[in-house]
């Protein structure tokens, strides 16, 4: 007789090791992405402002499961000539992609911040580098924690496409479960409610630094 | 159908919101062909008590009549009943996504259920009579006037060949300069015998067209009779002071 | 015959295939949204809680999970979808939960005088629903709603996963037979740019077409 499903549920969960691993080394690195590029995109020459929209435009308008076919098996291993194993590729196109949306979402948290706060700083003889880095910034990221929050849902579920490389995250595991069993509905039901109880987690968290960090009074305009 | 047949009966109406008793028992008529202007300092419950009318707010006690159909029992059905109540909002509340003219006719065609051409042809004789003309017709509210909002709105509840038309307030959320052509408007249809109960600040207005003004204080009538009487002779105190402020502030007309 | 000769027309295929789903499902999407979102304003409470779990199941599950459950899942209860059936179903379902969360705020953020104005002409609340809050609030939604089909068109790369033979999936299976992931998945980026781009055009003349003077489209 073929072993019950829920006796894998221990082996499903070790699953979110990976998946979490490729979350937050994604976010990790599109943040070191797409705070510059928001900064590039608003304050960096038009040279520049050009080559940043032709990045965010291909990564946000390409399809995650493309980029990591294109990554893995073309840009990497035929173009750059280097051999990079499923969890760094996913890694590293994850964050490429959030990267594109993060900068965004700073974007539009920097054009929240007044001119106002431009003028006062540059008007206490703080040179641009100095302005933006401890006035506009320290406001800006603030102001762009709910839109982080939103971009972590996101890249949650997104992750579950991996499964496509072989990474051994929830879903590459709940399909193993359904292939060794026969039994579909189940572990997907289960795959698919763990996810929404990750995503709701993670959402308490990013609240609960949004409100440590909060400044009265300090909302994004238009958001 | 007599001239002075009671087509509005109000009958002692109570509405307490959480521990803040708003209206303590208000009882009156309105007859029809009659306007009658209803005033009073802010907080006096005057809003409350309109919109207890047409039960946009549902009083907590009493009764209120339409042509001898009780509104607040509960097997009427109210919004048959509404159409025959017009209803003007001292925000105006013209429906943004519509032209002046598709707000006069959608009641016409939506719940009226009329034929477009028909309801298109009263509605252009509501804009008229309220002196919006043709060149406005299209218009998107955000490209009106805020007295021209408030004309359409006026008309919008006119189309509906209303028994009654509800005032609140209609000149309150108005630029001084833009009162006197909706104050113009509502006189005109005072004198031709369309019944109306209205509440508003301007005693102008009153002394130039009301039957009666209920002057309401604390949730309740004080006061009433004709608007000479009340405005220049009143018994109470508090009613003399406050059509004084009034006096003071919009000069009387 | 070569590589480029064999290949466009088969990608050209699966793009055919994956528009196919497209035509439907996005409509179908939006359909839904507009049911879903006034459903949670304006249901009982019984229709707001299905609704609401409705809406927090598609949301939350992510689409591959989707894709499997309908396919694989419901297959275990005597359920059988083919991959165009699964497909369409799960991109109406995640798509039209995304989206209804926009019209259900832009419902919300239409003036409470709209409501009484309809109720004080005698409409039902049916009436107020269908003929004054809906046509502001789409309008108001129409940015969310436009971006949610952006991502449908990307994410219809997926249906692979079910054996649908779309762009992704014939691209696929075509690097066993040709080994060249570059020039193939570049193809494939190049056509998804195609449908997004232009998809993102063809919304924006919508919004400006639609647009009414006064009812700006403030929820992005």
Known sequence: ?223 | MGEDEVVLRVENIHKKYKDQEVLKGVTFEVRRGETKVIAGPSGAGKSTLLRCINLLTKPDKGRVWLEGVELTNPKTNINKMRQKIGFVFQEFNLFHHLTALENVMIGLTKVKKLPKDVARKKAEEALLTVHITEDLWNKYPAQLSGGQKQRVAIARALAMDPVIILYDEPTSALDPQLVGEVLRVMEELARKGVTGLVVTHEIGFALEVADEILFMYGGKILERGPPREVVFNPKHEVTKKFFENIKRLYGGR | MGFWEEFIPLVLHGAVNTLWVLVISIPASVALAIALGSARVYGNAALKAVATAFVVTFRGFPLVVTLFLLFFGLADLGIYLTPYQTATLAFVLCGGSYMSEYVRGAIRSIDIGQSLAARALGMTKFQELIYIILPQAIRRALPGISNEIIYQIKYSSLAFVVGYEEIFAVSKTFISRYFMPLQVFMVDAALYLAMTTAAAYGLRALEYKLRIPGLEMSIR
């Open chain 1, 1 to 223: 007789m073929d072993p019950v499903w829920w006796e894998y549920i221990p082996y499903i969960l070790q699953g979110a090791i990976w998946t979490f691993t490729l979350v937050g080394g994604g976010l990790a690195l599109g943040f070191a992405i797409g705070v510059p590029v928001a900064m590039g995109q608003k304050y960096g020459p038009t040279w520049l402002k050009a080559v940043l929209d032709v990045y965010v435009w291909f990564f946000r308008g390409t399809p995650l499961v493309v980029l990591l076919f294109l990554f893995y098996w073309g840009i990497f291993p035929v173009l750059l000539g280097i051999k990079l194993d499923a969890l760094t590729t996913s890694v590293i196109v994850l964050g490429l992609r959030s990267g594109a949306y993060q900068s965004q979402i700073f974007r539009g948290a920097l054009n929240s911040v007044d001119e106002g706060q431009m003028l006062a700083a540059r008007a206490l003889g703080m040179s641009k580098w100095q302005a933006i880095t401890n006035i506009i910034l320290p406001q800006a990221l603030r102001i762009a924690i709910p839109g982080w929050t939103n971009e972590y849902a996101i890249i949650l579920k997104d992750s579950a496409i991996c499964f496509t490389l072989g990474v051994v995250e929830i879903l590459t595991r709940t399909r193993y479960v359904v292939i060794s069993t026969g039994e579909a509905l189940g572990p997907f039901l289960f795959a698919g409610v763990l996810y929404i109880i990750f995503t709701y987690g993670g959402t308490k968290v990013f609240n609960i630094i949004y409100e440590k960090y909060h400044i009265p009074g300090l909302v994004g305009k238009g958001m």
